[in-house]
């Protein structure tokens, strides 16, 4: 996983139109976009421990995320104030990973049943969530969108690696919900989707924070 070395930019940025996208199986664990990671108990690496990452791309360069669950204590209104009015609760910027964080990725919910051929700036990732071109015009776009969230940075994974993590059961891999990059309950997103989980992953929800309070 990317902890600040940098991938290929040519294997996780542009030119994924003509590739095909293919799918990472480790035992039952399919990741494709719109998948989340969630960070197994034993991943203790601070930058990662007891995170939600939500993929973006995944194909023969390799794969792309952002941590959904990692707010600093900068506000969309200090870096990008065009998007304030649009930015879901909490208005934070998000730490999406340790890779390029002076470069800026946004997520968004559209509204149910709304559609998005032939409005730029906005590019389906799976269901109702898209990537948001931040350069395009928020007015145009704030009719479609329920809520989006922007991230600073990204996780990264060249070509083999996310599924040598696989194999050694540093993540497991749910489906996203609409609302989980926009999710306003940030207190413990990690808990709040292995909780909803079939039995046993459910369980692991109720792991302590800290190993010393077991």
Request: aromatic share 4%; with cysteine; charged share 25%.
């Amino acid at each position: 996983m990317a902890r600040g070395d940098e991938p290929d930019e040519r294997q996780t940025h542009g030119g994924h139109g003509d590739r095909r996208r293919r799918d990472a199986r480790q035992g039952e664990q399919v990741v494709r976009a719109g998948s989340l990671l969630v960070s197994s108990t034993e991943l203790v690496e601070a930058t990662f421990r007891r995170t939600v990452v939500y993929i973006i791309e995944h194909n023969e360069g390799g794969s792309l995320g952002v941590v959904l669950n990692r707010p600093s204590e900068a506000t969309v209104e200090d870096v990008l104030p065009r998007w304030s009015e649009l930015a879901a609760t909490p208005a934070t910027l998000f730490v999406g990973g340790p890779v390029k964080r002076e470069a800026a990725l946004c997520l968004g919910t559209l509204r149910v049943g709304v559609s998005i051929q032939g409005v730029p700036g906005l590019r389906r990732i799976d269901g109702r969530v898209v990537l948001v071109d931040l350069d395009a015009d928020p007015e145009r776009i704030a009719p479609l969108l329920e809520g989006l969230r922007v991230f600073a940075g990204y996780a990264g994974w060249t070509f083999g690696q996310l599924e040598g993590e696989l194999q050694n059961n540093d993540w497991i891999v749910v489906s996203a919900l609409p609302s989980d990059p926009i999710s306003a309950d940030r207190a413990d997103l990690w808990a709040d989707v292995l909780r909803r989980q079939p039995l046993p992953l459910s369980l692991l929800a109720t792991h302590p924070i800290e190993l010393e309070r077991n």
